[in-house]
């Protein structure tokens, strides 16, 4: 594992990404029983993305987390699919650690499928209720968090969860990660959590696995930060670790 710092933000390359995922999902377990011992309960957002795989099954068999203490949040979801359908993000999770594990509760984003526009308000008063320590997220081919695309990013949000519209190379994504046939398919608006809304956590884990987010590692890293490339904010918190794999590192030289 090779490690140093960019701004604030430390990152951690590993030869692979089985080993990322393990070592992400350790350093989180660790994170997890530690903020228990001082608090009853915490809250952390998921991301749903064929990136996180490998993180989420090593979670799901981290020993020792008292997950009855834990509340679960997810940071974007599709508009126009109905609930059962299963490209959205929250069946994502609930198969894939939802389901596992015995939260205290687990906070789905539109999980009726009405695409409600007050949906936006509901979610928010629930993150400011349960304030999240912890963000486990990933990071887009084109830079985005959550589905903050270059076009919508605001750093500065006065909002903690809107509606956007997903730009092309977002829905190229959606079809390189297999979600989806064709870029026909894949909706054009979705709910997400803002960028204010993901910082807010005091550690934020960020794993970015496979050759197809080289360029997105490479300007997050090196370009200036800002809205253009919205990853760049995590140089900015002193509590974000980005976790790459020797392929998605493999333009920063």
């Given at each position: 594992?090779?490690?140093?710092?960019?701004e604030?933000?430390?990152?951690r390359?590993?030869?692979?990404?089985?080993?990322?995922?393990?070592?992400?999902?350790?350093?989180?377990?660790?994170?997890?029983?530690?903020l228990?011992?001082s608090q009853e309960?915490?809250s952390?957002i998921?991301?749903?993305?064929a990136?996180?795989?490998?993180?989420?099954?090593?979670?799901?068999?981290?020993?020792?987390i008292?997950?009855?203490?834990?509340?679960?949040?997810?940071?974007?979801?599709y508009?126009?699919?109905?609930?059962?359908?299963?490209?959205?993000?929250?069946?994502?999770?609930?198969?894939k650690?939802?389901?596992?594990?015995?939260?205290?509760?687990v906070?789905?984003?539109?999980?009726?499928?009405?695409?409600?526009?007050?949906?936006?308000?509901?979610?928010?008063?629930?993150?400011?209720q349960?304030?999240?320590?912890?963000?486990?997220?990933?990071?887009?081919?084109?830079?985005?968090?959550?589905?903050?695309?270059?076009h919508?990013?605001?750093?500065?949000?006065?909002?903690?969860?809107?509606i956007?519209?997903?730009?092309?190379?977002?829905?190229?994504?959606?079809?390189?990660?297999g979600c989806?046939?064709?870029?026909?398919?894949?909706?054009?608006?979705?709910?997400?959590?803002?960028?204010p809304?993901?910082?807010?956590?005091?550690?934020?884990?960020c794993?970015?696995?496979?050759?197809?987010?080289?360029?997105a590692?490479?300007?997050?890293?090196?370009?200036?930060?800002?809205?253009?490339?919205?990853a760049?904010?995590?140089?900015e918190?002193?509590?974000?670790i980005?976790?790459?794999?020797?392929?998605?590192?493999?333009?920063?030289?």
């Amino acid at each position: 594992m090779k490690e140093f710092l960019v701004e604030k933000m430390r990152v951690r390359i590993y030869a692979n990404r089985q080993q990322l995922g393990k070592a992400a999902a350790a350093e989180a377990a660790r994170r997890i029983i530690d903020l228990l011992l001082s608090q009853e309960e915490i809250s952390i957002i998921f991301a749903a993305a064929a990136s996180q795989h490998e993180f989420l099954q090593a979670l799901a068999e981290e020993p020792g987390i008292e997950w009855q203490r834990v509340s679960a949040f997810h940071m974007d979801e599709y508009r126009g699919l109905p609930p059962s359908h299963p490209q959205r993000f929250g069946n994502f999770l609930q198969e894939k650690i939802f389901g596992r594990l015995p939260f205290k509760q687990v906070f789905y984003l539109n999980e009726s499928g009405h695409d409600d526009p007050q949906e936006c308000d509901r979610y928010a008063a629930l993150l400011e209720q349960y304030k999240p320590a912890i963000t486990c997220m990933g990071i887009g081919e084109n830079g985005h968090l959550a589905f903050n695309d270059p076009h919508v990013a605001n750093f500065h949000d006065p909002a903690l969860v809107k509606i956007v519209d997903l730009d092309e190379a977002c829905k190229h994504q959606q079809v390189n990660d297999g979600c989806f046939p064709s870029i026909a398919e894949v909706p054009s608006y979705a709910y997400t959590l803002t960028i204010p809304a993901l910082m807010q956590a005091d550690h934020i884990f960020c794993m970015v696995p496979g050759k197809n987010k080289a360029p997105a590692v490479r300007n997050t890293l090196n370009e200036a930060i800002s809205e253009q490339h919205p990853a760049t904010i995590l140089r900015e918190h002193q509590g974000a670790i980005l976790f790459l794999d020797e392929d998605s590192a493999g333009l920063l030289g």
